[in-house]
C-alpha cells in the first residue's frame, strides 16, 4: 500500500475522553474512530489487524476439529425467554420490537441459539461430539461503556459451542479448547495467565479465564511465581498463614475514643494520626450467613474474599448486612462495629488475630478501642477470609503469589446440562435411551485483544505490533528530495511484496522527522529507510521498531535481510 493513498487519519493530540493507552492509540494512529457510546468503527489499519487475529483464531479452532457456522445477530426473543435469560440479563439485553410488536433481541452470545440447531438436527450419540464456533458482532447494552475497544456495546467475539454425550467427554473437550486457547494466546504474542474462575451468571461448573497481563486491566489476579497456580483475587486460595497471637507482655490496656465521623478505615487512620496504619487497625463487617449474624474481621488493610467465607461457612451466598440491619444487630452505625463483646459469632483472619494493640470499632458509636488483642480482649473462630495478595504463600507449591492486573481475554466454560435441560436437547445412546447433551462454551473477545495486545505492546511513541498481528510488516521510507531514494523504495517495496511480505510504502512528501514519527505510532515492526547519503555507499537502513538503534544493510541485500529480521522477531 501506498501511505499517499492510504486510509490513515492520524491525530496529533491526545483525545479528549481517553485514558487508556489502546483507546488513544487506536484513535491517533487512525486504527478505529468512536460512532458513538461503545460503538466503534475499524479503519483499514484496524481491520487489517482483525483479521490476522481471526485468522490465527480460525487455525486453531479448525485444528481442534471445530466447526465455523454463521449464526444470526438479530434474534426472536422466544430463545431466551426459554432458558430464563430474557429476564435475567434485565437492561443489558438489547431488545427491539418488529413492526408486528413481535419481541425480539441483538445477541449478547449464543448458547440457546445453538442448542436450538442441536436439538432440531442431532438425535443420536453417533453424531456427537460436535464443536461450532462463530466469530460475530455481539450486542451488551453496557451501563458504562469506556476505554475503547475494552469495553464496547457492539463488539467482535468468537464464541464456540461443545456437544458431548457424558460429562467425562465434556470435560476433554473443555480441556482440547483450553490447550487451543493457549496456542492462540501464544501466537498472539500476549503475556497472559489462565485463571481459575468463578463461572458468574452463565451457570456452569468449571471455568477459567484467559487473563491478559496489563498495567491497566480492570480485573485483579494473583499468580503463583513458581507455578501455573493463578485467580482472581476474589476467589484465590493461598497457602496456610499461622496466625500468631500477641506476645501478652507487649499488650496495652483498652483505651475508649471518642471518633466522630470515622466511618472508614481511611478516617480512621487519618483521626488516629500519622504513626497508624491501615495495618493496625482492624475491619470488621456484619454479615447475614442465612439467618445467622456472623462478623468478619480482617486487618484494615486487607480485603475480605466473600466467596472463601461463604465456603468456610457452608452457605451459598452472603448478604453484607444493610445499615437498618446492622444498627438492629448491634446497637451501633456501621464503622463503629467491633468484634469486642460482639454478641454473635465471629471469624477472624489468621492476619487479624496476631495484631497487636489493634484499632477496633468499640460497638457504640461514635467510639473506638485502641490496644485490643485477640485472646484477652475477644476470641474469634480463626480462618483464612481475606483476598489473596502479592506476597502470600502459593497454595499449591512453595511459592509466592503476586498480584497483576489482568483483561480478560477470553473464557472457557463446562456448562454441563444447563441449557439442553432447559430446552430439552437430548439424543439417544447405543440402547435407544435418551440423554440431556453435555456442553462447553467458549469465548474470545476479539475486537478486545486487539486493545489487550497495544495495552501489552506500546511506548511513548506508538504502538509495537508483534509481528504476526501487525497491519504491514514492514514501512519503506523514502526521504529527502532527490528523486532517487523514492525511486529505490519503491523498487524495494515492489520486490518485498512480490516475496509475500506486506508492506507499506511512505511515498509522502513530508519531512523525514513526519515519517519517522507516523511510522512509530503505526507500530510498523520493521522500518526499512532510503536516503541519498546511505545509497551514495549503496546502503539502505534496517531498524525494528522494539529497538533504538538502526543497521545499515547493502541496499542489494535488502530483502535478505528484511525476511530474516521478520524471522527473528517472529520466533
Ligand atoms: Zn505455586
Same mark, same amino acid.
Given at each position: 500500500m501506498r501511505y499517499s493513498r492510504a486510509f490513515i487519519p492520524t491525530l496529533k493530540e491526545v483525545p479528549k475522553d481517553a485514558t487508556m493507552p489502546s483507546h488513544i492509540l487506536m484513535l491517533r494512529a487512525g486504527y478505529a474512530r468512536m460512532v458513538g457510546a461503545g460503538i466503534y468503527e475499524l479503519l483499514p489499519l484496524g481491520t487489517r489487524v482483525l483479521h490476522k487475529i481471526e485468522k490465527i483464531v480460525r487455525e486453531e479452532m479448525d485444528a481442534a476439529g471445530a466447526q465455523e457456522l454463521l449464526m444470526p445477530t438479530f434474534l426472536p426473543g422466544e430463545y431466551f425467554k426459554e432458558s430464563g435469560r430474557w429476564e435475567l440479563y434485565g437492561p443489558t439485553l438489547l431488545r427491539i420490537k418488529d413492526r408486528k410488536g413481535g419481541e425480539y433481541h441483538l445477541g449478547p452470545t449464543h448458547e440457546e441459539i445453538v442448542t436450538d440447531l442441536v436439538r432440531r438436527e442431532v438425535k443420536s450419540y453417533r453424531q456427537l461430539p460436535l464443536n461450532l464456533y462463530q466469530i460475530q458482532n455481539k450486542y451488551r447494552d453496557e451501563p458504562r461503556p469506556r476505554a475503547g475497544l475494552l469495553r464496547c456495546r457492539e463488539f467482535i467475539m468468537k464464541d464456540a459451542y461443545s456437544f458431548d454425550v457424558s460429562d467425562e467427554a465434556a470435560l476433554a473437550s473443555y480441556q482440547q479448547m483450553h490447550d487451543s486457547y493457549h496456542r492462540i494466546f501464544q501466537r498472539l504474542g500476549l503475556e497472559y495467565r489462565v485463571v481459575e474462575a468463578d463461572s458468574g451468571a452463565i451457570g456452569g461448573k468449571q471455568s477459567a479465564e484467559f487473563q491478559v497481563l496489563a498495567q491497566t486491566g480492570e480485573d485483579w489476579?494473583?499468580?503463583?511465581?513458581?507455578?501455573?497456580?493463578?485467580?482472581?483475587? @476474589?476467589?484465590?486460595?493461598?497457602?496456610?498463614?499461622?496466625?500468631? @497471637?500477641?506476645?501478652p507482655s507487649k499488650m496495652l490496656p483498652v483505651e475508649k475514643v471518642e471518633t466522630p465521623n470515622t466511618h472508614t478505615i481511611e478516617e480512621v487512620v487519618a483521626f488516629f494520626g500519622p504513626d497508624v496504619t491501615a495495618a493496625q487497625t482492624l475491619k470488621s463487617l456484619v454479615y447475614l450467613a442465612s439467618d445467622e449474624i456472623v462478623l468478619a474481621v480482617?486487618?484494615?488493610?486487607? @480485603?475480605?474474599?466473600?466467596?472463601? $467465607?461463604?465456603?468456610?461457612? %457452608?452457605?451459598?451466598?452472603? $448478604?453484607?448486612?444493610?445499615?437498618?440491619?446492622?444498627?438492629?444487630?448491634?446497637?451501633?452505625?456501621?464503622?463503629?462495629?467491633?468484634?469486642?463483646?460482639?454478641? %454473635?459469632?465471629?471469624?477472624?483472619?489468621?492476619?487479624?488475630?496476631?495484631?497487636?494493640?489493634? +484499632?477496633?470499632?468499640?460497638?457504640?458509636?461514635?467510639?473506638?478501642?485502641?490496644?485490643?488483642?485477640?485472646?484477652?480482649?475477644?476470641?474469634?473462630?480463626?480462618?483464612? +477470609?481475606?483476598?489473596?495478595?502479592?506476597?502470600?504463600?502459593?497454595?499449591?507449591?512453595?511459592?509466592?503469589?503476586?498480584?497483576?492486573?489482568?483483561?480478560e481475554? %477470553?473464557? !472457557?466454560?463446562?456448562?454441563?446440562?444447563?441449557?439442553?435441560?432447559?430446552?430439552?436437547?437430548?439424543? $439417544?445412546?447405543? @440402547?435407544?435411551?435418551?440423554?440431556?447433551?453435555?456442553?462447553?462454551?467458549?469465548? !474470545?473477545?476479539?475486537?478486545?485483544? !486487539?486493545?489487550? !495486545?497495544? /495495552?501489552?505492546?506500546?511506548? /511513548? /511513541?506508538?504502538?509495537?505490533?508483534?509481528?504476526?498481528?501487525?497491519?504491514?510488516?514492514?514501512i519503506v521510507t523514502p526521504i529527502g528530495k532527490d528523486e532517487e531514494p523514492l525511486t529505490k523504495a519503491t523498487e524495494i517495496y515492489e520486490t518485498l511484496r512480490d516475496q509475500g511480505i506486506e508492506a507499506l510504502l511512505d511515498d509522502r512528501s513530508e519531512r523525514p522527522g513526519v515519517k519517522f514519527k507516523d511510522a512509530d505510532l503505526l507500530g510498523i515492526p520493521l522500518r526499512i529507510t532510503v536516503g541519498s547519503r546511505g545509497l551514495k555507499q549503496g546502503t539502505v537502513e534496517l531498524k525494528k521498531r522494539i529497538e533504538a538503534e538502526s543497521e545499515d544493510v547493502p541496499a542489494a541485500d535488502i530483502v535478505s535481510a528484511t525476511q530474516a529480521a521478520l524471522a527473528a522477531l517472529r520466533s
Amino acid at each position: 500500500m501506498r501511505y499517499s493513498r492510504a486510509f490513515i487519519p492520524t491525530l496529533k493530540e491526545v483525545p479528549k475522553d481517553a485514558t487508556m493507552p489502546s483507546h488513544i492509540l487506536m484513535l491517533r494512529a487512525g486504527y478505529a474512530r468512536m460512532v458513538g457510546a461503545g460503538i466503534y468503527e475499524l479503519l483499514p489499519l484496524g481491520t487489517r489487524v482483525l483479521h490476522k487475529i481471526e485468522k490465527i483464531v480460525r487455525e486453531e479452532m479448525d485444528a481442534a476439529g471445530a466447526q465455523e457456522l454463521l449464526m444470526p445477530t438479530f434474534l426472536p426473543g422466544e430463545y431466551f425467554k426459554e432458558s430464563g435469560r430474557w429476564e435475567l440479563y434485565g437492561p443489558t439485553l438489547l431488545r427491539i420490537k418488529d413492526r408486528k410488536g413481535g419481541e425480539y433481541h441483538l445477541g449478547p452470545t449464543h448458547e440457546e441459539i445453538v442448542t436450538d440447531l442441536v436439538r432440531r438436527e442431532v438425535k443420536s450419540y453417533r453424531q456427537l461430539p460436535l464443536n461450532l464456533y462463530q466469530i460475530q458482532n455481539k450486542y451488551r447494552d453496557e451501563p458504562r461503556p469506556r476505554a475503547g475497544l475494552l469495553r464496547c456495546r457492539e463488539f467482535i467475539m468468537k464464541d464456540a459451542y461443545s456437544f458431548d454425550v457424558s460429562d467425562e467427554a465434556a470435560l476433554a473437550s473443555y480441556q482440547q479448547m483450553h490447550d487451543s486457547y493457549h496456542r492462540i494466546f501464544q501466537r498472539l504474542g500476549l503475556e497472559y495467565r489462565v485463571v481459575e474462575a468463578d463461572s458468574g451468571a452463565i451457570g456452569g461448573k468449571q471455568s477459567a479465564e484467559f487473563q491478559v497481563l496489563a498495567q491497566t486491566g480492570e480485573d485483579w489476579i494473583v499468580a503463583c511465581d513458581e507455578c501455573d497456580y493463578a485467580a482472581n483475587v @476474589e476467589i484465590a486460595r493461598r497457602g496456610p498463614v499461622a496466625g500468631a @497471637e500477641p506476645d501478652p507482655s507487649k499488650m496495652l490496656p483498652v483505651e475508649k475514643v471518642e471518633t466522630p465521623n470515622t466511618h472508614t478505615i481511611e478516617e480512621v487512620v487519618a483521626f488516629f494520626g500519622p504513626d497508624v496504619t491501615a495495618a493496625q487497625t482492624l475491619k470488621s463487617l456484619v454479615y447475614l450467613a442465612s439467618d445467622e449474624i456472623v462478623l468478619a474481621v480482617v486487618r484494615g488493610d486487607h @480485603e475480605i474474599n466473600e466467596i472463601g $467465607l461463604a465456603r468456610q461457612l %457452608g452457605v451459598d451466598a452472603l $448478604l453484607l448486612a444493610s445499615d437498618a440491619a446492622v444498627k438492629e444487630a448491634t446497637n451501633t452505625e456501621i464503622g463503629f462495629v467491633g468484634p469486642v463483646d460482639f454478641g %454473635g459469632r465471629i471469624i477472624a483472619d489468621p492476619d487479624a488475630v496476631s495484631v497487636l494493640n489493634a +484499632i477496633t470499632g468499640a460497638g457504640e458509636t461514635p467510639y473506638h478501642l485502641k490496644n485490643v488483642n485477640h485472646g484477652r480482649d475477644y476470641t474469634a473462630e480463626v480462618l483464612s +477470609i481475606r483476598q489473596a495478595t502479592s506476597g502470600d504463600p502459593c497454595p499449591n507449591c512453595n511459592g509466592t503469589l503476586q498480584l497483576y492486573r489482568g483483561i480478560e481475554g %477470553g473464557h !472457557i466454560f463446562v456448562l454441563g446440562t444447563h441449557y439442553s435441560d432447559k430446552m430439552n436437547a437430548t439424543f $439417544l445412546d447405543e @440402547e435407544g435411551d435418551s440423554h440431556p447433551i453435555v456442553m462447553g462454551c467458549y469465548g !474470545i473477545g476479539v475486537t478486545r485483544l !486487539i486493545a489487550a !495486545i497495544i /495495552e501489552q505492546h506500546h511506548d /511513548e /511513541e506508538g504502538i509495537r505490533w508483534p509481528v504476526h498481528v501487525a497491519p504491514y510488516q514492514v514501512i519503506v521510507t523514502p526521504i529527502g528530495k532527490d528523486e532517487e531514494p523514492l525511486t529505490k523504495a519503491t523498487e524495494i517495496y515492489e520486490t518485498l511484496r512480490d516475496q509475500g511480505i506486506e508492506a507499506l510504502l511512505d511515498d509522502r512528501s513530508e519531512r523525514p522527522g513526519v515519517k519517522f514519527k507516523d511510522a512509530d505510532l503505526l507500530g510498523i515492526p520493521l522500518r526499512i529507510t532510503v536516503g541519498s547519503r546511505g545509497l551514495k555507499q549503496g546502503t539502505v537502513e534496517l531498524k525494528k521498531r522494539i529497538e533504538a538503534e538502526s543497521e545499515d544493510v547493502p541496499a542489494a541485500d535488502i530483502v535478505s535481510a528484511t525476511q530474516a529480521a521478520l524471522a527473528a522477531l517472529r520466533s
